[in-house]
């Protein structure tokens, strides 16, 4: 048994992940990205489907400077975490204003299954400053004359305490504030996911990705089924990778973990691509009335 394997079981056994977490409809469709890019990269942009993911990098003023810093793009696994963890936040408080400090470190020992070191802290928190001075738009294509567009910060304020040591780039938000165009969209398009399988899957943001994307997806799919091709997966999820067939044998090893947590997903796989069929949602509605 793998050592992905052995955690991906380990972590489907552990009651504590019985929480509940949230992620964006559009973000579960159009992805931030996997890796860091380049350090002059200031825009990115996504599409799936009828949802388009604009994402614009922001600048945060120093006190003791005087001037704006430049931050970069969100990206990576860390960013997905924090994410799910503001949005959970925020929706079981029914408040846009979290408080980051202590309830980051408890989500990070949660999902890491373990306390979190510093370093490993001070990650996930330059990635909370990247996303909370990013400028993000939201849309949905309905038709050629017709579409719905959300230009927002997901972060709407925020306080931030500075590194005495010069050489410490990083900017540390204490509390948040959720834009409250974001929170009202996000109330309204929010995807339930288990905790659980965000731990056992945070070794990858494609896995997680693609674990999102089935959640908001499987339980929409029309009676007959639905075809995805590989060239159409791989302009979704195939970030970083040239060649088809490298992506489509990478995806199907994150896939195959997917479908640990996610026994319930009913899909089928074959030269051409994936048929999706139509499955229960990872959390099932009445847990997330009770929650």
Known sequence: MSRITHRLLEAAQIEVFDEITFQHSVLAQCALPHRAPPEDARTWQRRQGKAVLHVQAGAAYHPRTG??????????????????????????????????????TAFVRRVQCRAPTGPELAVFKEQLTRLATATISLAVD???????????RIVGGME????????????????????LDYYDSLA????????????????????????????????????????????????????????????????????????????????????????????PPPVPRRMVLLG
């Open 188 to 279: 309204a398009h929010a995807v339930p996911l288990s905790e659980r399988a965000i731990a056992a899957l945070a070794h990858s943001a494609m896995a997680l990705d693609a674990y999102c994307w089935l959640a908001q997806r499987l339980h929409r799919v029309p009676v007959c089924g639905q075809r995805i091709g590989w060239q159409a997966l791989h302009d979704q999820f195939g970030q970083g990778f040239t060649r088809l067939r490298a992506f489509r044998a990478f995806f199907l090893r994150q896939l195959q973990q997917v479908r640990i947590v996610y026994p319930d997903a009913r899909l089928e796989v074959d030269a051409a691509g994936l048929t999706l069929r139509t499955s």
């Open 160 to 179: 931030l305490w500075f590194e005495k040591d010069a050489r410490q780039r990083v900017l540390w938000p204490t509390t948040v504030r959720l834009s």
């Open 67 to 104: 001037a704006f810093v430049e931050i970069g793009l969100p990206y990576g696994v860390r960013a997905r975490m924090v994410l799910m963890h503001l949005h959970s936040a925020a929706l079981k408080a029914r408040s846009p204003v979290v408080e980051v400090g202590n309830s980051l």
């Open 142 to 152: 309905y038709d050629e004359d017709r579409a719905v567009q959300i230009d927002t």
